[in-house]
């Protein structure tokens, strides 16, 4: 296995496979990067010399991913419940914050929205507390 | 693999078996027939051995490589036993070429008129590579400088890997250039050290003396990846522009030089097969643009892999029918488009077999177990209709079951 970037790679993947193990690159991000690298499609990670890991290392180092788009994928859903919007509030209350419906289905929504707002807790949400799920701690 | 031996058999099925057969039960077990077949060579690529099996010589296989046959060839060898293949009228046809293509000392009328590349073509199954394999056979075995590549699709199917060049907006492959080179210094190599270099050659930073042969820069291109690109250009301008040695150059599914690749810019943009260097040394020598001044430059298409057939060539190899228009007016009419057909090379179709080739090929079949039926006139000729003359076809129709 490969370490690159806090994250083990498996060496026998093909390399294109291998960078969607990261948290924020897809398939399509990870073929860009092979071509702006110039690694042809059957390249394994463990073919690549250490110049073109480095290569790689680099441009990974460029982009947000892993922690750091977490961080900002959270911080995104705390502003808006900071400054009050709508689907802060649908987040805080952990429904659906695209418009769905609620009558039935909305499972995903109650399950994974308001976890990111579940972590962090600061006084301007104390006086919403109302709103907030009932699974919430901060109750 | 028990072959060869006097206890060796194999199973119906055309397996060889390495369990010991000696009292085995005939209706599973077949003895190995041992068929004495001659080796393709100059000596017996003649009329004779026309509809005749020959055996490919072992050392041109090892030099092309293991795994590295074009199309099914590979696995048909395995179960014949044997590298053998049918010699054909059309055989003799572009060995008769070929040797007026190498003897070809110019006369005035002959050499004013510009060589043009061959290409062979016909449908899937037809016998193309076989026919280009036979031909590069024929040639390393006539001294000739063959550079062959059984299969170009690994030039462009991103399998191998590439890198920008430094100098220019070409994309580079040292490893498949290596490896061709590898390839001719292994089928060329007496040939190669009679052409001398003729004057010095600088690559890289090492310069070769003019007294050097041209074996010595293929041997210096091996060693160093990086030039190897540079070694295969210099390679083909001093063996084209020389007539001591006739020169082959024959590239199987020749028709990815004009396709697109599996490869992509920096930019992730699709990469024309123009764009890599290996592919534009051999470009202009199929668009006319360059020529031998002894040998001949053939290739074979593959519909094997449709994306990497252009659909304007395949157009163009094989147009639709077209009416010739009556009306002068509608004729001379710009804005009538009518399908190009013009192609820079010259096209040799691959026909269907005949009835005796057809029969050859079914007594081989018969002779190496593959089928275990007598092979009788109406057999033939039923499955030589039915196959519609193709090989591919009469070989499936005889092997499957149902």
């Known amino acids: 296995m490969l370490h690159l970037l806090g994250v083990n790679l498996p060496d026998q993947k093909v390399v294109s496979v291998a960078l969607t193990y990261f948290y924020g690159i897809g398939p399509t991000t990870a073929r860009k990067i092979c071509s702006r690298l110039s690694f042809h499609k059957e390249c394994k990670l463990s073919e690549l010399t250490e110049g073109q890991l480095n290569q790689l290392s680099g441009v990974l180092s460029e982009m947000t991913i892993e922690n750091d788009l977490k961080r900002q994928v959270s911080a995104n859903v705390q502003h808006l419940r900071q400054i009050g919007t709508y689907v802060g509030k649908r987040h805080a209350m952990g429904l659906p914050v695209h418009g769905q419906n609620t009558r039935n289905n909305a499972r995903t929504a109650k399950k994974l929205n308001g976890k990111l707002l579940r972590k962090y807790s600061t006084t301007s949400t104390t006086a919403f507390a109302m709103f907030q799920s009932p699974l919430s701690k901060h109750v | ?402």
């Open chain 2, 1 to 402: 693999m028990a072959e060869g031996g006097s206890n060796s058999k194999k199973l119906r099925s055309g397996t060889a078996t390495a369990v010991n057969t000696v009292g085995a039960n005939p209706e599973y077990y077949v003895s190995n027939v041992q068929t004495n077949l001659r080796t393709l060579d100059e000596s017996t690529a003649n009329d004779a051995h026309i509809n005749k099996f020959m055996e490919i010589d072992g050392a041109f296989l090892d030099g092309i490589g293991k795994g590295h046959l074009p199309g099914v060839l590979e696995a048909d060898f395995k179960l014949f036993g044997r590298p053998a293949l049918l010699y054909r009228k059309l055989t003799q046809q572009l060995v008769d070429q070929l040797a007026k293509h190498a003897g070809a000392e110019a006369t005035a009328a002959a050499a004013a008129v510009p060589k043009r590349a061959s290409v062979i073509d016909g449908k899937n199954g037809a016998g193309k590579s076989a026919e280009l394999m036979k031909l590069a056979s024929v040639a390393a075995a006539s001294g000739h400088i063959v550079i062959y590549a059984s299969s170009t699709v690994s030039w462009v199917n991103s399998s191998r890997p590439y890198a920008p060049a430094n100098d220019s907006d070409l994309f580079v492959q040292h490893e498949v250039t290596m490896d061709l080179l590898r390839s001719v210094a292994s089928l060329s190599k007496e040939a190669l050290g009679k052409v001398p270099l003729g004057k010095s050659v600088v690559v890289g930073k090492k310069t070769l003396a003019a007294d050097k042969t041209l074996a010595d820069l293929v041997e210096f291109g091996i060693h160093t990846p990086s030039l190897a690109h540079d070694v295969l250009e210099n390679l083909l301008a001093i063996a084209s522009a020389q007539k001591q040695v006739p020169v082959l150059i024959a590239l199987d599914s020749v028709n990815t030089l004009w396709c697109a690749t599996s490869y992509t810019d920096q930019q992730d943009v699709v990469l024309p097969a123009s764009r890599l260097r290996l592919v534009n040394a051999f470009l202009p020598f199929f668009e006319g643009k360059a020529a031998v001044a002894s040998g001949w430059v053939v290739g074979a298409t593959s519909y094997v892999e449709p994306r990497f057939m252009p659909k304007d060539l395949r157009l163009k190899l094989n147009p639709p029918p077209m009416v010739p228009l009556a009306n002068a007016d509608v004729a001379s009419d710009p804005s009538i488009a009518r399908p190009a057909s013009e192609v820079p090379f010259e096209v040799i179709k691959v026909d269907r077999l005949s009835a005796d080739e057809a029969q050859a090929l079914m007594l081989f079949y018969h002779k190496t177990s593959v089928i275990s039926t007598p092979v009788t006139n109406a057999l033939v000729a039923k499955k030589w209709v039915f196959a519609d003359g193709n090989p591919r076809e009469i070989f499936k129709s005889v092997t499957t079951y149902f």
